[in-house]
């Protein structure tokens, strides 16, 4: 018997809410109709090798990007790094950030944002803006 959003407590894989993105095959399992969260989103993101989720922010929500397997090529405003699994970065509310995957293998990570109910918009793409256009230019190429 499935039970409602509003009972449950325990996510499985199984129950999380499946989307795929432009970026990523993002499961959602903290949102509001998989659990009756309050504060907090987390969706575990599967990016495949030269993908990524170009420069954009999150005008009303901060966010923690906690890499699981494979490598991250994380942006925080100028700053880069290059992410390995159980690392994280903190991304104040509204600064510019990217992830991106040039490397062979997939890379899964957790998407932690918060508040769950904040205003619109939730994102901005600022990947055709400069200096995000061309800031990656001498970087391997990520679609």
Known sequence: M???PQDRRFVTA???VRYLSPWTLEE??????VVPNKELLLV???MEAGRCHPFHTHPTREEIIFIIS??????CGKDHRILQPGEMVLIPKGEVHG??????EKL???AILSPAEAADPPIVDVSQEEPW?????????CT
Request: charged share 20%; aromatic share 16%; hydrophobic share 35%.
């Open 14 to 16: 199984n129950e999380a």
């Open 99 to 104: 992830t991106y995957n040039p490397f062979p």
């Open 70 to 75: 494979g490598k991250a090529e994380q942006w």
């Open 133 to 141: 256009r061309s800031i990656r230019s001498s970087f391997p190429p």
């Open 28 to 33: 959602w399992m903290c949102r509001s109709d």
């Open 108 to 110: 899964v990570f957790l």
């Open 44 to 46: 575990r993101a599967n």
């Open 2 to 4: 499935s039970m409602s």
